[in-house]
């Protein structure tokens, strides 16, 4: 990758569902170690555009390049391996394990290319995997519950837990898909302050998000997508007073 390039490049990526074209010739590049919001109304293509950021959705045409490496048509796991990770929408844990199971499998998965958790149970209190669980699940205010079950957590602390998940695997830019969704103000504010905190480790993010109090707080560029659509790039503030950014809040069916 040459110096200056963006970490993320992604040319003219369509999506179409039967009738529905869900995504129209996007373009979107995002600068390493910067964070880059996604907003838009609901139903303008924003979780499906993650999806084929991370490989889950194959595009009918356009081209993804992360670090300069051409990346779609990779498996997910593949893209996970080239140090790319995502925060779903609906939190993807595993509700009968511990926070600490959670967390050390999927450093487990990311060394192993695959999720085994018969070697989980050969990691001893003190491997090294273990301890870093330990310490990211600390680190994301999960410190209390270690041996908890994962299905008894909150949904904001389930957001909490998921992200922990993602930073084991050390990945050079996170996918985010609305990591504050069902959190109360104060649960909200701990995120941002979080995802500030980690955004001095130089990772890159990429957050889909609703609040726009979290965009504000966040965002050094952001992108807005209105029926599949860039309808506007640029800073906070050129984003703020855009005209068609307005009439697409205000046109669509439910505002953020
Ligand atoms: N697998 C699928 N099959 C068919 N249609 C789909 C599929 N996934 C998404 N869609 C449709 O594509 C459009 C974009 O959906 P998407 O989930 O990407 O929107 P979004 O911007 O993330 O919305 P929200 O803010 O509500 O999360 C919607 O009309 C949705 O119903
Ligand atoms: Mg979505």
């Known amino acids: 990758m040459n110096k200056g390039e963006p970490l993320l490049e992604v040319r003219g990526v369509s999506k179409r569902f039967g009738g529905l074209q869900a995504l129209k010739d996007v373009d979107f590049s995002v600068a390493e170690g910067s964070i880059h919001a996604i907003i838009g109304p609901n139903g303008a293509g924003k979780s499906t555009f993650l999806n084929v950021l991370i490989g889950l959705i194959e595009p009918d045409q356009g081209s993804v390049t992360f670090a300069g490496e051409p990346i779609r048509g990779l498996k997910p796991y593949k893209i996970i391996q080239r140090g790319i990770a995502r925060v779903f929408q609906t939190p993807q844990i595993f509700p009968g394990m511990s926070l600490l199971q959670n967390v050390a499998i999927a450093a487990v998965a990311k060394r192993d290319g695959q999720f085994n958790t018969k070697v989980l149970e050969s990691l001893g209190p003190r491997h090294p995997i273990v301890d870093e669980a330990g310490d990211l699940l600390a680190r994301v205010g999960l410190g209390d519950y270690l041996h908890a079950a994962a299905e008894h957590l909150?949904?904001?602390?389930?957001?909490?837990?998921?992200?922990?998940?993602?930073?084991?695997?050390?990945?050079?830019?996170?996918?985010?898909?609305?990591?504050?969704?069902?959190?109360a103000r104060h649960d909200t504010n701990r995120t941002i302050d979080l995802l500030k905190e980690i955004s001095e480790t130089g990772m890159t993010k990429v957050v889909i998000e609703h609040d726009m109090h979290v965009v504000f707080s966040l965002a050094e560029r952001i992108t807005v997508l209105a029926q599949g659509q860039v309808i506007a790039t640029g800073r906070p503030e050129e984003i703020r007073g855009n005209p068609r950014v307005q009439e697409a809040y205000l046109g669509g069916a439910h505002a953020a």
Not at 157 to 167: F, S, T, Y
């Open 154 to 183: 909150s949904r904001g602390d389930k957001r909490r837990l998921e992200l922990a998940v993602c930073l084991v695997a050390h990945p050079r830019l996170l996918l985010l898909d609305e990591p504050t969704a069902g959190m």
